[in-house]
């Protein structure tokens, strides 16, 4: 359609053989303006595509946390299949309430009147008809002890002098459940320092500065530092470990907190680097021989170990593709992962090779389904990998390290997802967010260590109070190791 601005298309047959070669080369530049143009068009809108989808990424369909969801956060959505397992408490758990004991540490008796309401006679000495026990905390109140070193002369002179106790080192100090007592609150509970002091003092009326709270913690640190080393070599040769990772802030800057974890065990460091030098400094990873459950971060897979990957991750991704980009194939594998998964749990162990042939079948032609809708992008001819989508991506993880898919399916100790590792992550991320960071390396380095003695203690039912107590009683007690 031709608008008012427009010239009108000339009469070709009333042109001359000139006047056409003039039009042609005139508007030869333009046709290949406008390939040029629909190339940029098509770049802009896949451009464009990418930067929606990005918008729709969440904790629920990627990798990302749930405090990056801010306020807009997607409704909760279990990746558990339906009547995996039911509302309330599950088939063999002994649940907890409270019971009556046998001896209570007070009684009141509730007489009734003297006399009778009815007739006013005196009434004789009422007996138990029923009994209610009330659970209370007692007045919690700190105690002083006094030590005093006795002097005494013998006969021949020699002036005999008692000894204080190991430990009582200064006319006034805190005991060692005092400071057990700031160091759970900081480091198992996350509570931030001010707070750990005005709490002591609100609850036992004992006063406590900051900087009490700070030494208790790094005297707890040196304390317990050859155990949390002990730890480090079991989990190194361990036969299964759980590895993550997450950001850290320390000094203003970003810093990264590494995680590894097996049933028994946790251990906790900090670094400034995320990959291979953090693993080199800390020493575990490259020696470890067992298999490594992992997202699939590039620097685990150049580890010389097994692996087996997390597919929590798998399942979030897939979500993603399967809602945000609508492609089913990315719904048919969300359902048969988790068909076999239940199929590991229901065998007690790893699935018959006759059975895995047929689950890894169906594998192979759902993956081949998306690889139809997500080719690889050939190189661009630019330096570096070519760019590709995330459903591309994700595919040729899936293709490319599909027995560390499955190894949950073929070894009986691997388990489905990573959830051991990323549960080992979720506290220390929230003493950053209630603290906001650490000032120090030192003071970072103090956490990482306490935190996993006090998380692996935790793991193996023990009072972690008590035993900060007895750590600074010194005789920190010592978890399993196998």
Not at 296 to 308: A, N, T
Request: aromatic share 6%.
């Amino acid at each position: 359609m031709l608008t008012k601005d427009m010239e009108p298309i000339p009469d070709l047959d009333k042109l001359s053989v000139a006047e056409k070669d003039a039009l042609i080369r005139e508007l030869w530049p333009l046709r290949t303006l406008a390939r040029e143009l629909s190339e940029q068009l098509t770049a802009l809108q896949a451009k464009v595509t990418e930067l929606e989808a990005r918008l729709a990424l969440n904790s629920r369909n990627s990798s990302k946390p749930p405090s990056s969801d801010g306020l807009n956060k997607p409704k909760p959505k279990s990746l558990r299949q339906r009547g995996e397992r039911p509302t309330g408490g599950q088939k063999g758990h002994a649940g907890h309430t409270l019971e009556k004991v046998a001896e209570p540490d007070q009684v009141v008796e509730h007489a009734p009147p003297p006399f009778c309401p009815a007739c006013q006679a005196p009434l004789p000495a009422g007996t138990v008809i029923e009994a209610r026990q009330v659970f209370d905390l007692p007045a919690l109140v700190f105690e002083v002890t006094e030590h005093r070193v006795l002097v005494a002369h013998c006969t021949c002179g020699k002036l005999c002098r008692g000894e204080f106790p190991a430990g009582v080192t200064a006319p006034v100090q805190y005991g060692p459940a005092a400071l057990a007592a700031a160091v759970h609150l900081t480091q198992h509970h996350m509570l931030p320092v001010q707070r750990t002091a005005a709490l002591i003092h609100d609850f036992f009326g004992l006063a406590m500065s900051e900087a009490t709270v700070l030494a208790a913690s790094e005297d707890a640190r040196q304390r317990l530092q050859p155990t949390v080393e002990t730890i480090a070599q079991a989990i190194q040769g361990a036969e299964l470990a759980h590895a993550d990772e997450t950001g850290l802030r320390i000094a203003g800057s970003l810093h990264w907190m590494h995680v590894l974890a097996t049933d028994l065990m946790t251990w906790v460091g900090c670094h400034a680097k995320r990959g291979r030098a953090a693993f080199d400094a800390f020493a575990i990873l490259p020696n470890f021989q067992g298999t490594l459950i992992h997202d699939g971060w590039k620097p685990y897979r150049e580890l010389p170990c097994q692996h087996g990957l997390c597919n929590a991750h798998h399942l979030r991704e897939l979500t993603y593709v399967y809602e945000e980009l609508g492609q089913a194939w990315a719904g048919r594998l969300i359902e048969l992962l988790q068909a076999a998964n239940q199929a590991v749990k229901q065998q007690g162990g790893p699935l018959p090779a006759a059975q895995r042939a047929v689950w890894r079948a169906q594998y192979e032609d759902i993956l081949c389904e998306g690889e139809t809708l997500n080719p690889v992008l050939p190189k661009s001819g630019k330096r570096g990998r070519t760019r590709q989508s995330k459903a591309t991506n994700l595919l040729l993880r899936l293709r490319s390290y599909a027995d560390d898919v499955w190894r949950f399916a073929t070894d009986r100790n691997v388990p489905f997802t990573n959830n051991l590792a990323e549960q080992a992550v979720r506290m220390p991320k929230v003493k950053q967010k209630i603290s906001g960071g650490f000032r120090t390396q030192n003071g970072a380095e103090t956490f990482c260590t306490i935190r996993s003695y006090l998380a692996t203690l935790h793991k193996q039912g023990h009072n972690l109070f008590q035993a900060l107590t007895q750590t600074f009683q010194g005789h920190p007690p010592q978890p399993r190791f196998a």
